[in-house]
């Protein structure tokens, strides 16, 4: 989950001005934990529920794009206990020395995690020492049935060729093509189309990748990353490259408004990215206790199952798989079957440089500038 | 001594809300990007004394503006800001004088209630306001559903996420600030000027032409001014109403800052915008000048 919408995000600044404000006049003597997560991310009676447990109270706040939290991160001071960063801009912050080392001697409950998901995040944080899963997905294509057959009969929907073959794209210009705006998603999913290492910080590389997007440039309405939710839903559009989470939230919002519109979710046969929004808590901590409390709550397997069906995200923690609902659990799109699992590939963090000539590309290929 | 504190009450206001920020902007410019907290170097440390002040003056440097003079990206982006800011001011302009006309020339105890219509829609949330045109612009939109249901178009017709869209984002949002100044200008011309024009043998068009129209451009000026420079700086409305090529400085700047993290090539790009800025403002505060002498 990379960017989000600009309103979301000036609200939640706004509700987490509030909510610090809010949090200082409250009782030194009062225990409490203050979190900074996604938007529309938990299911708020598991905060109710450790509040009763523990006592602490939790100040809750959200945000909708790793770069505001990055932001706020760097400038320092954020007020924050635990924060949820994704893979590749974690892996920079403990670089930029944001996060201290979690005390696992207070986190028991990390045996319950699923080592092969530790294990791909250990890239971003080696060793695991500084942060635990929240959750995780990929990125790939969701898609609207009856338009895509209708101009199509026979679509690879299981294909990235549905995305990235010009001729077949162009049949889908006419119903609305939206892609995520964010190169760290897009490129490495172009790269790993072309047969190229997806983490590959080669600018010739990088430039073909481009030039592959450049191609289908034509057929795309727009690149922005938490439009297609509602677009998809109301049919608007009929195919989005987006995460995993989103794209079942708009399939599920498709049912409930009884719109007749069918939206589906395709994991690409040629393998496709995977991310990991990572709970940390940042050095300047001023609650480092009930941070460490609050994650090994939130590591129980019954508390983060719940958070999983309420989501429809897949979670890192093995031991709360028996607790999920079974259309979670069984859904391939969250929890691939080991097979996808092993075509599923994690990007790495870019440095300055790279991540300036990444932009750079992305503002070609969106703006043709 | 009271009239020292009324002369330097502005410049106070100046200094603290302008040139301190503006000077730490500056210098963040003149750095280096870096992965630590905050993302750039040198940061001063006055602890090191004057040694490590001079240093930090020798590790600052004009890089960063060389690097947005040399990408055309940076000229492009602010080329386009600037003319889409002009043109929606522009049309702005037209749709908000006859307003302000009629506005000045209502009766006076209507007056107060249609001013109270003109600020009314700020008593809501702009990001809402914008929302509300998103759903009245798109393929399925009310626009559309209208002109569809009248029989003027068979087709719908694509103007979210166009410039289009972002015109009338611009013309909507900043509507307000172009009516205020020019109602206030046109209601101060007295009617016996208009009358005297016509007891001339001026037909009403000219009249117009030759003493209303003159006599309005302070407001004009400052209408334009108010709805030219925020524009150029726009952010919200090209990102929702806007397509993807839609290329405004602001949304470079977002990305130079949230994607890149590039504090110093982004406060770079604000410190450009600042002087292309300050251009139109300074010829404004020179016209004033000479009309106030003009007047005297």
């Known amino acids: 989950m990379t960017g989000h919408h600009i309103a979301r995000r000036i609200l939640a600044t706004g509700i987490a001005v509030a909510a610090v404000a809010i949090g200082h006049a409250a009782l030194a003597k009062d225990r409490e934990v203050r979190v900074f997560n996604w938007s529309d991310y938990i299911d708020e009676s598991i905060l109710e529920d450790f509040t009763k447990e523990t006592g602490i109270k939790v100040v809750y706040d959200v945000f909708d794009s790793n770069e505001v939290l990055e932001t706020k991160l760097l400038a320092g001071g954020t007020g924050y206990d635990v924060v949820v960063p994704t893979g590749p801009f974690l892996s920079r912050q403990i670089g930029a020395k944001v996060f201290q080392k979690l005390d696992k001697s207070k986190l028991p409950n990390i045996s319950n995690m699923w080592s092969d998901i530790s294990e791909r995040v250990a890239i971003y944080d080696p060793g695991n020492e500084y942060s635990v899963n929240y959750m995780w997905g990929t990125t790939a294509i969701g898609y609207n049935e009856a338009k895509i057959k209708e101009r199509m009969p026979d679509a690879p929907v299981d294909s990235w060729d549905l995305f990235f073959k010009p001729e077949v794209l162009a049949k889908f210009k006419d119903c609305g093509v939206h892609v995520l705006d964010a190169a760290d998603d897009i490129l490495p999913a172009a790269l790993n189309y072309l047969k190229l290492d997806p983490n590959s910080k080669n600018p010739e590389d990088l430039q073909k990748a481009a030039a592959l997007m450049e191609s289908i440039r034509p057929n795309i309405l727009k690149f922005h990353s938490s439009e297609y939710i509602n677009a998809l839903a109301n049919g608007d559009i009929c195919l989005a490259v987006g995460y995993s989470g989103d794209i079942l939230q708009a399939k599920s919002r498709a049912e409930e408004a009884k719109n007749g519109q069918v939206i589906a979710f395709g994991l690409p046969k040629e393998g496709a990215q995977m991310w990991f929004d990572q709970m940390a808590i940042p050095a300047d901590s001023k609650h480092v206790a009930e941070a460490h409390e609050f994650l090994n709550y939130m590591m129980k397997p019954e508390v983060i199952a719940k958070a999983s069906n309420y989501v429809s995200y897949a979670n890192g923690n093995k031991a709360s798989q028996e607790f999920l609902d079974e259309t979670i659990k069984n859904n391939p799109s969250i929890y691939p079957s080991e097979e996808t699992m092993k075509r599923l590939f994690v990007k790495t963090s870019y440095d300055a440089k790279t991540q300036r000539t990444v932009t750079r590309l992305w503002t070609k290929v969106i703006t043709g500038k | ?296």
């Open chain 2, 1 to 296: 001594m009271r009239r020292w504190y009324v002369i330097g009450a502005p410049y106070i206001w100046l200094l603290l809300f302008f040139l301190v920020p503006f000077f730490i902007v500056f210098k963040i410019s003149l750095s280096d990007i870096a992965t630590a907290i905050p993302p750039y170097t040198p940061t001063l440390d006055l602890s090191g004394g004057w040694e490590a002040i001079k240093t930090f003056f020798s590790e600052l440097d004009f890089e960063n503006y060389s690097f947005i003079v040399n990408d055309p990206l940076y000229v492009d982006a602010y080329w386009s800001s600037v003319r889409i800011a002009a043109i929606a001011t522009l049309i702005t302009l037209l749709v908000a004088y006859p307003i302000a006309y009629g506005m000045a020339r209502a009766p006076k105890d209507w007056q107060p209630t249609l001013m109270m219509l003109v600020i009314l829609p700020f008593w809501t949330s702009f990001l809402i306001r914008v929302y509300a045109w998103m759903g009245i612009l798109k393929k399925e939109g009310l626009l559309n559903l209208f002109l569809m249901n009248m029989g003027l178009i068979s087709e719908p017709l694509t103007i979210l996420n166009t410039n289009t869209a972002v015109y009338i984002g611009i013309v909507y949002s900043y509507l307000p600030f172009m009516i205020l100044p020019l109602y206030s200008s046109l209601e101060k011309i007295k009617p016996s000027l208009l009358e005297a024009a016509e007891d001339l043998g001026s037909p009403p068009w000219k009249a117009f032409w030759q003493v209303t129209f003159p006599l309005s451009l302070p407001g004009i000026f400052a209408g334009c001014l108010l709805v030219f420079i925020p524009a150029v700086g726009e952010f919200v409305i090209p990102d929702l109403l806007g397509g993807s090529d839609t290329l405004m400085i602001g949304k470079t700047l977002w990305s130079e800052f949230f994607n890149n993290r590039d504090w110093p090539v982004s406060s770079a790009v604000a410190v450009v915008l600042l002087i292309v800025l300050i251009l139109p403002i300074v010829l404004f505060q020179r016209m004033q000048q000479n009309q106030a002498e003009a007047g005297r």
